[in-house]
């Protein structure tokens, strides 16, 4: 089957840094997503890695391993406003065929 | 720029009833998609239209669910009659021809007791 696993919860401290793990098997791979969402509100594209290495926008970042099946997200002098669910999910087939198999989200509390 | 629009943003219905989820996806965006997530559960595919064209329609649970796309514009999505299971968030989402970034909204959170 196909089955992305994040970590359910973690905690941080403002201005530390956190890494969130996702690790993916699926059938084929087309890309993997990174979305912020705060409670109510919609998902919020973070990154989008496809190729392996590490991608890096601003204090967040995001790294894959295809041959691992592994990304992680890594968040820098973390907010409080950082405080959210942080959702991995991937595009399992190339073409047309776009749709996202997705993790159930970790829930990040950053603590003052 | 608005973005991806939903309507409306919560629902409750009873088991049996009709209710049309609306979708208005980022002007120009060729794809839109349609997700729910129920409970405790992770965010599942239902659809995928190119302008207004079913790409990939696998993930529809059922006949009850109905998406329509006219004119490749704005989506609706039926649920004929609804049942208790039908409950969740549905979230639409829309994208360029890439489909790199996908844009979505805030979601229709529908309830059906």
């Known amino acids: 089957g196909q089955n992305i696993d994040q970590p359910t919860e973690m905690t941080a401290t403002e201005g530390a840094i956190v890494q969130i793990n996702c690790t993916y098997q699926t059938s084929g791979f087309n890309g993997l997503f990174w979305y912020q969402q705060h409670a109510g509100e919609a998902p919020t594209f973070l990154s989008y890695n496809v190729l392996d290495g590490l991608e890096e926008k601003g204090r967040f970042s995001s790294f894959l391993s295809r041959s691992k099946g592994y990304s992680y997200l890594l968040l820098k002098e973390l907010q409080m406003k950082d405080s959210a669910s942080y959702l991995c999910?991937?595009?399992?087939?190339?073409?047309?065929?776009?749709?996202?198999?997705w993790g159930l989200g970790t829930s990040l509390a950053v603590n003052p | 720029e608005a973005g991806v629009t939903q309507f409306p943003s919560h629902s409750v219905i009873e088991k049996g009833q009709t209710v049309t989820l609306r979708c208005d996806p980022i002007?120009?965006?060729?794809?839109l998609y349609w997700y729910r997530r129920v409970m405790g559960k992770e965010i599942k595919f239902l659809l995928h239209f190119v302008k207004e064209s079913k790409q990939d329609e696998s993930g529809m649970p059922n006949n009850r669910f109905l998406a329509e796309r006219t004119g490749g514009t704005y989506s609706t999505l039926k649920v004929q009659p609804a049942e208790l299971e039908d409950s969740g968030v549905y979230f639409c989402?829309?994208?360029?021809?890439?489909?790199?970034?996908?844009?979505f909204g805030e979601g229709s959170w529908l309830t059906v007791v």
């Open positions: 002007s120009g965006h060729d794809n």
């Open positions: 989402a829309s994208s360029t021809g890439t489909g790199n970034t996908i844009y």
């Open positions: 999910a991937v595009r399992s087939n190339a073409g047309n065929n776009r749709k996202l198999i």
